[in-house]
T-cell receptor
Framework: RKEVEQDPGPFNVPEGATVAFNCTYS??????FFWYRQDCRKEPKLLMS???SGNEDGRFTAQLNRASQYISLLIRDSKLSDSATYLC??????????FGAGTRLTVKP | DTGVSQDPRHKITKRGQNVTFRCDPI?????LYWYRQTLGQGPEFLTY????????KSRLLSDRFSAERPKGSFSTLEIQRTEQGDSAMYLC???????????FGPGTRLTVT
């Protein structure tokens, strides 16, 4: 089993749609969690950290479920500019960051 | 620009040659990381430094790979006797501390012919 698993997609959605991605992790000792966005042939950029209480940043909402060992990202009112690959990242502690392979999203007009 | 910078952005080399990449982290960050990313995969951890000390090396990092961070500032990653399988994007990231988010540079894309 991979340490961090994501549905690779692609997710093709129309503008204005709501889309959700899930990510599961295998190590119950994982300590911090993040979502990164990566555009084609560019570096990953931090989208948001994921807290146990859940957190929201504009149209983006992240949730963490430690009992079931999964993280989710919800994007509301999708924009064309949201088209990218979304990487789930889990920190196992001691700077041991593990990345998922990413979920590709395409938002169409 | 006060972000992470990497040089060169692209490198084409012939198999068997040595290559060296440079990373300049965000100045106040004491942690610096190297990753490798191939198409369709997430970044894979190679090694990291806290200040000038190299604290962790992945099993992916064969003895052909070496990294340094003299004086705890910029870092270099050298690959000796390159192989075609080394073709990838090499990403550098820095962080202000453990468990914190990491900030990535634009990467160096290596092509070994």
């Amino acid at each position: 089993r991979k340490e961090v698993e994501q549905d690779p997609g692609p997710f093709n959605v129309p503008e204005g749609a709501t889309v959700a991605f899930n990510c599961t992790y295998s190590n119950s000792a994982s300590q911090s969690f993040f979502w990164y966005r990566q555009d084609c042939r560019k570096e990953p950029k931090l989208l948001m950290s994921v807290y146990s209480s859940g957190n929201e940043d504009g149209r983006f909402t992240a949730q963490l479920n430690r009992a079931s060992q999964y993280i989710s990202l919800l994007i509301r009112d999708s924009k064309l500019s949201d088209s990218a690959t979304y990487l789930c990242v889990v920190n196992l502690g001691w700077d041991d960051m593990r990345f998922g392979a990413g979920t590709r999203l395409t938002v169409k007009p | 620009d006060t972000g992470v910078s990497q040089d060169p952005r692209h490198k084409i080399t012939k198999r068997g040659q040595n290559v060296t990449f440079r990373c300049d982290p965000i100045s106040e960050h004491n942690r610096l990381y190297w990753y490798r990313q191939t198409l369709g995969q997430g970044p894979e951890f190679l090694t990291y430094f806290q200040n000038e000390a190299q604290l962790e090396k992945s099993r992916l990092l064969s003895d052909r790979f070496s990294a340094e961070r003299p004086k705890g500032s910029f870092s270099t990653l050298e690959i000796q006797r390159t192989e075609q399988g080394d073709s990838a994007m090499y990403l550098c990231a820095s962080s202000p501390g453990t468990l914190n988010e990491q900030y990535f540079g634009p990467g160096t894309r290596l092509t070994v012919t």
